[in-house]
């Protein structure tokens, strides 16, 4: 009996063991985080191109080039959404699998401030990135 318990011990040790392995080695905490910051900067580098009085797409850094009514571009494990109305423009940036590819979304429209929410969508109502409403 006590040999069996030695084995079931040893087993759960092993089995545990790998399982942190996994988490830690496969898929680090710090990929998430690592794309949020790369996708940051995308928002802050938005560049309307406006034929007449419209907006016609948005150009932004690493040549990425959203266009209205598209299927949302991809980027360092986010998607882009370029949405236009009558105000102007905003762009939505998701993860493309909420924590596994990033925690927050992000939302910034013509005024620039960029905004986020975690594990949900991003609104003109979200919290800017200081923290503030």
């Known amino acids: 009996m006590r040999y069996l318990t030695k084995i079931i011990y040893t087993v759960a040790i092993l ?16 990929v998430p ?3 949020e910051r790369s996708v ?3 928002p802050r580098s938005a560049r309307p191109v406006v034929r ?15 266009v209205p009514n ?3 571009s991809q980027r360092s494990g986010f998607q882009f959404t370029l949405k236009i109305d009558a105000s102007g423009y905003s762009i939505l940036a998701e993860p493309i ?18 905004r986020n929410e975690v594990h949900k969508t991003a609104t003109a109502a979200s919290c800017t990135i200081g923290g503030t409403r």
Do not use: K
Not at 15 to 30: D, K, N
Not at 55 to 66: G, H, I, K, Q, T
Not at 97 to 114: C, K, P
């Open 33 to 35: 985080r690592r794309n």
């Open 15 to 30: 089995a545990a063991s790998m399982v942190l392995v996994i988490l830690v080695f496969v898929h680090p905490p710090s």
């Open 52 to 66: 007449g009085c419209c907006v016609e797409s948005v150009n932004m850094a690493n040549d990425l080039v959203l």
């Open 40 to 42: 940051i900067d995308l």
């Open 70 to 72: 598209a299927p949302p």
């Open 97 to 114: 699998e909420h924590g596994v590819t990033g925690f927050r979304s992000f939302y910034v429209d013509q005024t620039s401030v960029i």
